[in-house]
């Protein structure tokens, strides 16, 4: 189970920085952005002189008027490199987050309700090093959830639980940093056993609602519902596909696309970047240009997308979503 809440650390490459005594302070925009203005800044990073026994470096991130983001241990100094504990606040100052990472991946949470009261403790177990597939997540588990008053609905990972909706709105600060629960509208709830989803499991928004079936954490099928229609799925998300997949798209672009004889003449050559939506009906729309090396290069690329048929849509829970992709087109000339 992969529970809503996730951190979104601000990692820098290049830093401006100004030095205070045994601490370095970093300001950063609503982006995440080094910036060379305090002015412009929306978080300050605060960050001590490495420890001589761990080798870590204390970092604490606050907003410009002072209201505590985040703090914990990173392995680097102009980039937040997690290890040991961290902790999160809301935007009111009371503690969000709990957390203990080794290497950056998170080991396990818990997180509290606006109230102060714990609402769950969450476990994350990761592939090995020797695994080849160092980072991924083999298994989240849920060991404790309480409601807001307190009372327990799971113990050692088997009860019942409740998950709520994402915090849409997070205040602009905040959500630079970490996203966090809104914690008054129960989005699913459903059975665990050892942790994992078990059983009917049922959920929703204003939008739409749905009935989802777990054996052994393992999804089964479910139906969703919304304005009237029912969409039965067997899995919970699917990605848009062109027919007859990827090869057969590039195959297609490339026996669309010509070569501007301008582009040809000046010998311009390279690669252009281009992004575009397919929409709830499979068509391809929004395409623009990201990265090219040429103009009359960016006219081609968007003329032989625009040649490409329709795709099938992607679903979430059965039902058609927008997906959006970016993909290169290469245009090389005799020789090179």
Known sequence: MKHFF???????????????????????????????????????????????????????????????????????INQLYLQGHFTAYYPSGSKLADAVFNNDQRQVITIYYPNGQQYLTEKTTYESPSSGKYG????VQILTCADST?????????????????????????????????????????????????????????LFAYEDLYQGGKFVKGKSFNNGKTYEYTELEKSAEFNGGITAFYQCLSQNVVYPQSARRSKISGEVFVTFVINFD???????????????????????????????????????????????????????
């Open 150 to 206: 307190g009372k327990m609905l799971t113990a050692n990972g088997n009860g019942s639980f409740i998950d709520y909706q994402p915090q849409i709105a997070a205040p602009e600060w905040s959500s630079a940093a970490f996203r966090y629960g809104a914690f008054h509208e129960g989005y699913a709830s459903g059975e665990l056993k050892n942790g994992e989803k078990d059983g009917k499991w049922e959920g929703g928004n204003r």
């Open 282 to 336: 499979g068509h391809l729309t929004e395409a623009k240009v990201l990265r090219s090396p040429h103009p009359d290069l960016s006219a081609a690329a968007l003329q032989a997308l625009a040649q490409c048929p329709a795709w099938t849509p992607g679903t979430q829970r059965g039902r058609p979503v927008r997906q959006q992709f970016t993909v290169p087109l290469t245009f090389t000339l005799p020789g090179n």
């Open 136 to 139: 991924r997540i083999t298994d």
């Open 6 to 76: 996730t951190c979104f650390f601000l990692l820098t490459a290049a830093c401006f920085a100004k030095a205070q005594g045994q601490s370095t302070v970093y300001y950063l925009n609503k982006k995440g952005q080094i910036t060379t203005s305090k002015d412009s800044a929306l978080i300050v990073r605060t960050v001590t002189s490495q420890d001589a026994a761990t080798g870590l470096y204390a970092f604490n991130d606050a907003t410009t008027s002072g209201k505590q983001i985040c703090s914990g241990q990173t392995t680097k």
